[in-house]
């Protein structure tokens, strides 16, 4: 039992989970105690593991969004051109784009796969002129391209740097609100997208590791 337990496990440090190693211990350690059914331990464990390895790239609406997180140009281009795909008259769809984002990134310190699903909900994926649908009474640009730029330093001046560091208490705390206080949906749609794009990016990155 332990010896397929340490299988298991060997086989999920393969695909990067090796954190793994002590849940599946701990799961067959416990069956074989209380006489627990094997064939109902495996799956209990392979449940376990989906869900955890679900929320590693899972972003709530309380995450500070100034991660850290840095992507190269290859790496944005590939979000970038999912939603091209879906939308080819969008703004988003011409070759400076990545470039734009990860400096929108650098000067706002903002994670830039957060700015680029703020611009996703807020503009339709680049449908419309104002990126971030920013009601300033002016635009922040002469193009698309430094409006997502300006913008990206405009919410850190006028949210983050005001003590609003993630999407729910931009919404919800503060002296302003991004969009409509009243409901929850903004910050959970973004979040959500965030999400998908980290989902996106991890198996990119997996995908390049192995051709290395």
Same mark, same amino acid.
């Given at each position: 039992m332990f010896l397929l337990s340490m299988i298991l496990t060997f086989t999920l440090i393969g695909a990067g989970i090796g954190a793994m190693f002590f849940l599946f211990v701990v799961i067959f350690k416990f069956a074989f105690v209380t006489g627990l059914k094997l064939f109902l331990a495996i799956p209990t464990a392979i449940v376990i593991a989906l869900l955890i390895v679900a929320s590693c790239h899972a972003h709530s609406v309380t995450d500070d969004i100034c991660t850290g997180e840095q992507l190269t140009e290859e790496e944005m281009q590939y979000l970038i051109d999912y939603y091209t795909a879906i939308h080819p008259d969008s703004a988003l769809n011409h070759s400076e784009m990545a470039k734009v984002f990860i400096k929108a990134s650098v000067e706002s310190q903002i994670d830039p796969i957060v700015l680029f699903c703020i611009q996703g909900i807020e503009c339709g994926w680049g449908s419309q002129r104002n990126p971030y649908s920013i009601m300033t009474g002016y635009y922040l640009g002469d193009d698309f391209n430094e409006e997502i730029i300006n913008g990206a330093v405009?919410?850190?001046? =006028?949210?983050?740097?005001? +003590?609003?560091?993630?999407?729910?208490?931009? =919404? /919800? +705390? +503060? =002296? /302003?609100?991004y969009a409509d206080p009243s409901s929850t949906s903004w910050e959970k749609m973004i979040a959500s997208e965030i999400s998908f794009n980290r989902k996106r990016l991890a198996r990119y990155r997996d995908e390049k590791a192995s051709d290395i």
């Open positions: 405009w919410i850190k001046e =006028n949210f983050y740097d005001a +003590g609003q560091t993630s999407l729910y208490s931009m =919404n /919800h +705390g +503060g =002296n /302003h609100s």
